[in-house]
């Protein structure tokens, strides 16, 4: 089949691969429709490797994916050919103590599309575990389904802060990821979310999304704009997605007594923690990895359209034109949020 | 000042009443613009007691409230004359253990607004301690505000519920308490509320509050619906907004592997509960008992327009038909939610 | 092998049977060396039924087992050939719902151990796969390695109580799981426990086990005792290992506001449940089915010795004189609690 | 009254001084019996301030002790003159929102005993709430009583752990408060405990209070001697009673995959923190200030024996004395723990 293969680093080619993907009695196998592409994605592209993950080999990228089951295995209960679904792209093992603890996001052997070595799914089919892949609900489409992926980052960042009724957040940074994340705290119970940025196109966007009061932290002061806006108590909880030296300062300035900060972004190297900054508000930290048991929540949450994914999906290319795709979403236009490519 | 006195059963009286209300350091005083009327107070006026509560002298109705204040005590910073409010109608013990561990409304010495002894709203002013009385964002009417008193039941429920962002519920009950219970699940992050009653009107108005599904259980069969709703696996959480002995049975029919049932509704006598049918899905129950710490994240919620209330407000009178407005409240139209008196 | 059937209700063999069991990558093969006889074992052994459950068929009993690893899987890496070990008797489906959510003693479809069509571990050596099975510490006994399945139970019911540090307790019923749940909830953080029951001589043993208070309800007031000693207060939590009509009023009776009860005792048939009086101290019920994920805290707990439950083993017998246990657990003497079989 | 009283910076004098205390309807008068030294006190001594708390004027000494209540205000219903007391040293606002919440270390508004310029105990009568005084049992002595208050931060950090049944726990510091930090963590669930300091007499007492493991961290590696003893999983929790900049990284290099850590140690300066460290175990982090709610829970817990401070008192001195206790306690002998003041 014809694949995108990362070749080597800053080489991409589309042309055929042999994969050998024999169809277990568990697993389907599905038609690709759509997949996004992930700043991962154009990570490995430009620089070969993500930390101690290196590309050695060929890989055919991408792992945001919808498409139509085709095929199914012989002990599938719950899925049937011609199915809409989206696929996890993470595999553990069923074996290993996270995941029979319901932390499979943490086995550290689990297989994750376009990981290396792992082969990612922009290629016309693949095989995957029945228990991974979710049929989309009917309002749902395939660009919404490859949306699936990013947003299941925020709804499990959502999941960790325990959202009460009401709570006010903040979240750093109105990236992709910051923009579902801010959805996500909406879906999940807070009144409001105040974002921020030093992108106007991107505040701008994100202020269309929902209650979200947009914040140009060059401009703005962020925590006089939250006490003032909580009689001076401060957020309730904080969706760090940024990641960098001075997120964690500026989350444990605007946070409540009591409240929780929920660390998303990955910084490159150790930050500075004013750890007595914390005790005297007894904040609690989250942190997240991936994700786990968010694919049917998000497709719920889609379905009856408490979250519209839909204005995120910005770019769309044919298959065809996916190297081209991927040289536009490594220096996107200021409006672009998701680059998704059809096959 | 005159009030609406409930002087014995059934007989209600707008009268010049005489209250000595010192204004004390912490307290505010506020004037009175709307009361909603409850259900509470109806059955004061219809039968002269509720449980161990019996009126035995003459009492001022009415617990739902929202008003101006008028006067600040001295020590009170976080109000000012002119604040449009609304006001918690129970006061609880500071210095009780409940109310110390947070706990406050388990406090047996509150003392609530129209319950025997202690009179209620339906008067041009109140004094109110400040630490209850909670300022309107200026997007919410004093109509909203009088209807966060029985807002806030449906939100504490929601909060026991620990709601997980994409949970599906039911809620038991169409009623004005089944409503809020529904919008509060929907705001606190379920995707999607199954409602059930056998009144058509209500469900009629109902589905038009949300990502909400009437079900008239006359006609229909909930547990079939919400098993084919949820690919056989159930409904993560169960608000019993009606308690009435085939409640749990229901809830516990509905519910999924690991789900959590709200227990809202009183039921006048021990119902009838299936242990065993609990214990196969490890269910958990959560009761309420009114609610604590929730007017603010109310206030937040209708603020940022995440809940509207409005649509529940079907009856307004004006303070001189107060008794007009009881006697319809005895007797309401099947489409009538909350009748509210403007002072 | 010889293994313990039983052939029909009352008629118990112990004789050869003919059971295929291959051992596949992820398994290992376990010479028995200790059973303890449960009082489902019991149970079928009489009436040949629990509930649904019904034995057709010549069945093993047995379910509560300690024995040496004689064989390992290829694919295992946790366990070596002469690991001395104990079996979780339930084996789940790996991929359903449940299982992948990390609840799967709620998975409908799990093999149990002794529970009819599925053998027990009366016979000499098990299949099993390797993920359920746990290595003793060393100064853990064979016989204590037995306990852990009942024991599992209390821990359990522990869990979901979320005990907070100094909680204080009530157990209602001081039979086997009684006992080892009150053993729970003080390993597990309360500070003392209340240990109902009628029976003086199982009142008289539970006292000897650590900072638990007996009460016989035949002569002594469980709410006034709890109370006094509460400073009018309350229990944090009961636990009802009993499951009588009475227990819920029992437990709500000495349960404190925002208190917990947690389900323990299976009913024979629905129970009467005031649900008001629950709903005034704003109770939270849990309820519990077998156990998940506390194996190995159990072995943990009786490595340092913070739960010891050799007192609890009460009566040995050789596997040779098998149905004399059996007849011997049918009537056993008042001061018995567990009795096992060694191999 | 005589009163211990720090004059300024390095200067202590036992003398006379007036303080005018009145007893409001909510408070007793108590008579001081003992009083421990805690390591502030010793900073106040030694360097005038502590962060922004600056003596500027004679402040008494001294915020952990238990004596006998002498008089009892009018509306005190839960003590009775004769009463063996210990006090909560700091008195919220009973109308912060942060004490409504029932957050009440949190209010930024609290008088907290010798903290400037709030006098603390170290003299013959205080005035207290009743609300913040609580009876002993009769099995705990005074200076057990005084011990309450440093216990009280080792079981709110255990508290907000949320230990398990049977988790195993690190605690880094075997100082006073790691000490206590180990017992709460041992009372509150945990099956055993690593401790860690360089100072071999402190991990010697340590490893005297329960299942706690020394470790000399000069010698001995931490994280191998965890993964060790828990199979390659790591510890469920880790208490920082450091809070040096190596803490963090130590923490989360022991930590089990989904496991938390406690941050009690109050660094003098931001620590470096390696954010995808804590990620890739989705590692959760609590911190403390001071505790709440939490000294009932003590004194059942030394009540019921599960907890016993008594070998943490290893020196006692005469009220008289107290100047000479003080030097002690600047350069204790290395086996000292807690000093202690009788009056």
Known sequence: MQALVLEETKRLRLRDITLDEP????????????????????????HGAIGPFVVRAPMV???????????????VTTLRVGDRVCMEPGIPDANSRPTRLGLYNLDPTVRFWATPPVHGCLRPTVV????????LPDNVSFGEGAMVEPLAV????????????GDVAVVL??????????????????SRVFITDVQPPKLALAATLGAITPVNVRDENLGDLVRRATGGWGADLVFDAVGVPQSLAQALDVLCPGGAI?????PGAPVPFDVVAAQVK???????????????????LMGSRKI?????????????????????????RPTSVKVQIEL
Chains 1, 2, 3, 4 share one sequence.
């Open 23 to 46: 169809l277990t009695p568990h697993d389907v196998r599905v038609r690709i429709h759509t997949v996004g592409i992930c700043g991962s994605d154009v990570h490995y592209y430009q």
């Open 61 to 75: 990228l991408g792992h945001e994916a919808a498409g139509v089951v085709e095929e199914v295995g012989a002990a």
């Open 128 to 135: 995957h575990p029945a228990a991974f892949t979710f049929r």
């Open 154 to 165: 925020g709804l499990h960042a959502a999941n960790k802060a325990r959202i009460k009724p």
């Open 173 to 190: 940074g109105a990236g992709p990821i910051g923009m579902v994340t801010a959805m996500a705290a909406l879906a999940g119970g807070c």
């Open 262 to 266: 929920v660390l998303i972004g990955m």
């Open 282 to 300: 007894e904040a609690r930290f989250e942190t997240i990895f991936r994700y786990a048991h968010v694919f049917p929540r998000a497709l719920e």
């Open 308 to 332: 519209d994914v839909r204005p995120l999906i910005t770019d769309r290319y044919a298959f065809a034109d996916s190297i081209a795709a991927f040289d536009y979403a490594v220096r996107p």
